[in-house]
């Protein structure tokens, strides 16, 4: 016996899966828990710390290799 239920035409389909996504991106925006601007502050000073304190600790280790790579090279002479 053949399968006699109808398809859906591609229009048909594509205006039911992107209802669907849209519908589904809404009740997603929903739970989104925005952070409080007290919060936000206080990342951002961590993360400018954080910056400030890898490119001291960075500087420092640059320093220190080249120091010691011209003492090889004023030895090697």
């Known amino acids: 016996m053949a399968?006699?239920?109808k398809k859906?035409?591609?229009f048909a389909r594509?205006?039911?899966n992107t209802s669907k996504?849209?519908?589904d991106c809404k009740n997603?925006?929903?739970k989104i828990v925005w952070p409080t601007p007290k919060a936000?502050?206080?990342n951002t000073g961590v993360v400018l710390a954080t910056?400030?304190?890898i490119g001291l600790f960075i500087f420092g280790l640059d320093t220190l290799l080249m120091n010691l790579l011209g003492l090889i090279m004023n030895v090697a002479k």
């Open 21 to 23: 996504f849209l519908r």
């Open 3 to 5: 399968d006699t239920t």
């Open 28 to 30: 997603e925006i929903k």
């Open 51 to 53: 910056i400030f304190l």
């Open 14 to 16: 594509a205006s039911k």
């Open 40 to 42: 936000v502050f206080k």
């Open 8 to 10: 859906e035409n591609f």
